[in-house]
């Protein structure tokens, strides 16, 4: 879809397709620990290894539900803000999310990502929509699926 940098107002001509499929991000104990640490969430089925693969129905400890939901930043400026020629970009919200399947620390996640709308809103700012899949490495059901808004000034 996007092979070269495109202007914000030419990326309306993509609404509906898929603009691709990140990179995979491991969600390894580690990164696990620390956006613990961050949150301040150190519910145990998330830091205690021993306790989850007694009694956690995973058998062992899983990434927290937003952690997973963190990584479509990153992956859309990987796919999408990085093709496009703009000045800045913020986040605008979330909608539609659904944390569908856990994700066992160590595992694998991508973005598959889908440009749903652009609409603008005036001057410089467009409104972009994306739907989100974050799709676990080996596994047919998805860890999440999201539709992210940000707005993108030109």
Not at 16 to 22: C, F, H, L, Q, Y
Not at 36 to 63: K, L, M, N, V, Y
Request: glycine letters at 6%.
């Amino acid at each position: 879809m996007l092979d070269e940098k495109m202007t914000v107002a030419d990326l309306a001509r993509h609404v509906g397709e898929e603009i691709g499929v990140s990179s995979w991000i491991t969600l390894d104990q580690a990164r696990i620990q620390q956006f613990a640490h961050c949150t301040g969430d150190h519910q145990w089925i998330h830091t205690d290894a021993e306790r989850a693969a007694r009694e956690s129905p995973f058998g062992g400890t899983i990434a927290h539900g937003y952690l997973t939901l963190s990584v479509i930043a990153p992956t859309a400026f990987e796919l999408l803000v990085s093709r496009v020629q703009l000045k800045s970009v913020v986040n605008y919200g979330l909608e539609k999310v659904r944390f569908v399947t856990p994700v066992r620390s160590g595992k694998r996640v991508r973005n598959r990502i889908k440009l749903a709308a652009v609409d603008h809103k005036g001057s410089t700012r467009y409104l972009v929509t994306t739907d989100n899949t974050i799709e676990i490495e080996g596994e047919t059901r998805p860890a999440l699926t999201a539709s992210a808004l940000a707005i993108f000034m030109a």
